[in-house]
């Protein structure tokens, strides 16, 4: 089966904008999340979505956002764009948490480099 | 709050040989998950084995298995009969089972296997 696809896999932005991230998650998971992995602070958890609704958030400024539709895909935005926020994106999907035994496996995908210059 | 801790930074490997990372975890909720992850330099985060904590039996898929020792909140994940692709960073990860929380993951271990 078709695994999670990110897209685009590779952009550069300039400092101030705006950028949109893509994730389509396995065929039947309705849960999403996304991650931000960077070489200092490793791999923190950003947002989660379940059946168009954000169940969970961490500790990320307001800059950043997410949206998941109808057909479980999800996207998410960062504004006004930092150089901190150079990163690679990782989404995640899966079947929703509490479905027992390897229903619980969580997949990921090959994730969004973003440069912010 | 759960806590993943992988000591070794970096481990070298023979080619052919059997490696085993290490991960200890900290959590207070009966029910859990524990994960292996493998990313290349590409980016990807590729599962490798996943432990429920109410597991009878250790995991295991193909050269994976996953020494769990529930006791000692450990579980190491021994790679049996290394090839050079082995080489990557390993990431183990928690997460709670009954409740909506994201995955916590520990700072990985880098792997290089030798020819």
Redesign the interface.
């Known amino acids: 089966k078709a695994g999670v696809t990110q897209t685009p896999r590779y952009l550069i932005k300039t400092r101030g904008q705006q950028v949109t991230l893509s994730c389509s998650p396995i065929s039947g998971h309705r849960s999403v ?1 996304w ?1 931000q992995q960077t070489p200092g602070q ?2 923190q ?1 950003l947002f ?1 979505y ?1 059946s168009e609704t954000q ?2 958030k ?1 500790n990320f400024p307001g800059r950043f956002s997410g949206r998941q539709f109808s057909n479980s895909r999800s996207e998410m935005n960062v504004s006004t764009l930092e150089l901190g926020d150079s990163a ?1 994106y ?1 989404c ?1 999907s899966s079947l929703p ?2 479905t ?3 229903g ?8 969004s ?1 973003l440069t912010v210059v | 709050a759960q806590k993943i801790t992988q000591t070794q930074p970096g481990m070298f490997v023979q080619e052919k040989e059997a490696v085993t990372l290490d991960c200890t975890y900290d959590t207070s909720d009966p029910s859990y998950g524990l994960f292996w992850y493998k990313q290349p330099s590409s980016g990807e985060m590729i599962f490798l084995i996943y432990q429920g904590s109410y597991d009878q039996q250790n995991a295991t898929e193909g050269r994976y298995s996953l020494n769990f020792q529930k006791a000692r909140k450990s579980a190491n994940l021994v790679i049996s009969a290394s090839q050079l692709g082995d080489s990557a960073m390993y990431f183990c990860a928690i997460v709670e089972e009954a409740g909506n929380t994201p995955l916590v993951f520990g700072k990985g271990t880098r792997l290089s296997v030798i020819a």
């Open positions: 999340s991650y490793g791999l958890f989660e379940f169940r969970n961490g690679l990782l995640a948490t509490g027992g035994g390897t619980n496996t969580i997949y990921f995908g090959e994730g480099w």
